[in-house]
């Protein structure tokens, strides 16, 4: 005889289901109690990475290849309702001695799932039991007779039907995953939003307003999962946000769509071109925008810590920033790049450099621009949002403001060659 100790497995907690609404339920509550002016000063792709990396759930899986017994253990086992032995009264506890042997399997992942039942599953007869300790199950046989291979049969079954369970466990966790992004970012959006509404209903006002003494700015990251290295939420101002007009994306499409078109005209037309230096050939560019933006586009205006090729402003703020460069190699990128984000100021979120290659291999250009605005200190990742020129010598990328890694500036690279018989510069 073989009995199994433990507590049913997949089904001691209830459903999968419930459970995962409890963890969308935490995460709605974190987002809902972090302070107003963190959540609009912190850089919302972080805040995004971070909560994904926090609630993200990861399926278990069974390492059978490390799986040991445990055992054996010599226990006083109750055959009192034992059918199959000779027992004349079933009300008194009568103990044999038997063996105790346990089949440990390690896993990765989260383990508290095998406590919760899958939206798929199958309610076998006899379903495994066991307990779950640290990043193993413990499968816990107790034997009235030595039958290995009885033994074998059993504990191969219920490694077949716990797999089968994590199997169906894993389609929901990864839909529950694979849902989680847009989750968070809605979240996120909705609670910026409401925000910015109440900062725009409270300014129509135009009534003074005292704030709260002793406000607690703080707010606790409980974990919510075993087993996970801690995980620190970004980190971001909490001085008082201030309202601050920004260019649109698609805006700020239509204005690199301006400057690439014109910059085409140039290769197109390389003996017009040839010969002018840059603070020239940036005027061509600003007549192109100014004809579009009634006289916004300045070229060599001073902004923050310099002065920038080409500024468009609204209402006395900065909105767009660009620099026209020959290509001079990397160190002369970066210098470039150092340049533009030292112009920028708060809410300079849209930049773009333009560059020129004449005289060299313009492939040999493009290879090297990637990985060299990449290896700046500022870079944070690849902006994949540009529809409109998604070609082979434009490249975009999100970087953050040297003072404040919240403060995050969309760059564009665009290269442009002037052929070599054009002339030199």
């Not at 990396?53 to 069974?62: A, R, T, V």
């Not at 078109?261 to 002018?276: G, Q």
């Not at 004809?291 to 310099?306: C, K, L, P, V």
Request: proline share 5%.
């Amino acid at each position: 005889m073989i009995r199994k100790k433990g507590d049913l497995l997949f089904f001691k907690n209830g459903e999968l289901r419930a459970f995962l609404e409890e963890v969308k339920a935490k995460l709605k509550k974190e987002i809902e109690t972090y302070e107003p002016n963190y959540i609009l000063n912190v850089s919302e792709y972080d805040l995004q990475e971070y909560l994904i990396s926090k609630y993200s759930i990861e399926s278990p899986k069974l390492i059978k290849k490390s799986l040991y017994l445990d055992g054996p253990y010599e226990v006083d086992i109750d055959v009192s309702q034992d059918l199959s032995g000779f027992i004349i009264d079933r009300n008194r506890t009568v103990y044999i001695k038997g063996t105790k042997v346990v089949v440990v399997i390690p896993f990765s992942g989260d383990g508290r799932l095998f406590y919760y039942t899958p939206s798929t599953f199958v309610e076998y007869p006899h379903p495994p039991r066991g307990e779950v300790k640290e990043s193993e199950v413990h499968l816990i046989y107790e034997l009235t007779e030595h039958n290995s291979e009885m033994l074998k049969k059993e504990y191969q079954k219920d490694l077949d039907k716990i797999e089968k369970y994590l199997e169906w466990i894993s389609r929901d966790i990864d839909q529950f995953n694979k849902d989680l992004e847009n989750y968070i970012k809605q979240l996120i959006s909705q609670r910026k939003n409401k925000l910015l509404k109440d900062m725009n209903l409270v300014a129509s006002l135009e009534i003074p307003i005292k704030r709260r003494e002793n406000f607690s700015t703080t707010y606790s990251i409980p974990p919510i999962a075993p087993k996970k290295p801690k995980i620190n939420p970004p980190q971001a101002s909490t001085e008082p946000f201030k309202l601050e007009p920004t260019l649109s994306l698609q805006e700020y499409e239509n204005i690199l769509e301006i400057l690439f078109n014109m910059s085409i005209a140039m290769e197109r037309s390389p003996k017009v071109f040839s010969r002018l230096k840059e603070e020239e050939i940036r005027d061509f560019f600003l007549v192109m925008l100014n004809a579009h933006y009634e006289g916004q586009a300045t070229g060599e205006t001073f902004n923050f810590t310099g002065k920038t090729d080409i500024l468009i402003r609204y209402e006395g703020s900065n909105v767009f920033i660009a620099e026209c460069k020959f290509w001079r190699g990397e160190k002369k990128l970066i210098n470039t790049l150092n340049q533009l984000l030292g112009y920028c100021s708060w809410r300079d979120t849209k930049t773009a450099i333009l560059l020129f290659n004449k005289n060299q291999s313009f492939s040999s250009v493009l290879e090297k621009i990637d990985p060299t605005i990449k290896k700046h200190p500022c870079y944070k990742r690849d902006f994949n949002k540009l529809s409109k020129l998604n070609i082979e010598s434009v490249f975009s990328y999100v970087l953050h403001l040297p003072q404040d890694k919240n403060r995050e500036v969309i760059l564009t690279v665009m290269a442009f060659d002037i052929p070599k018989n054009a002339g030199s510069s």
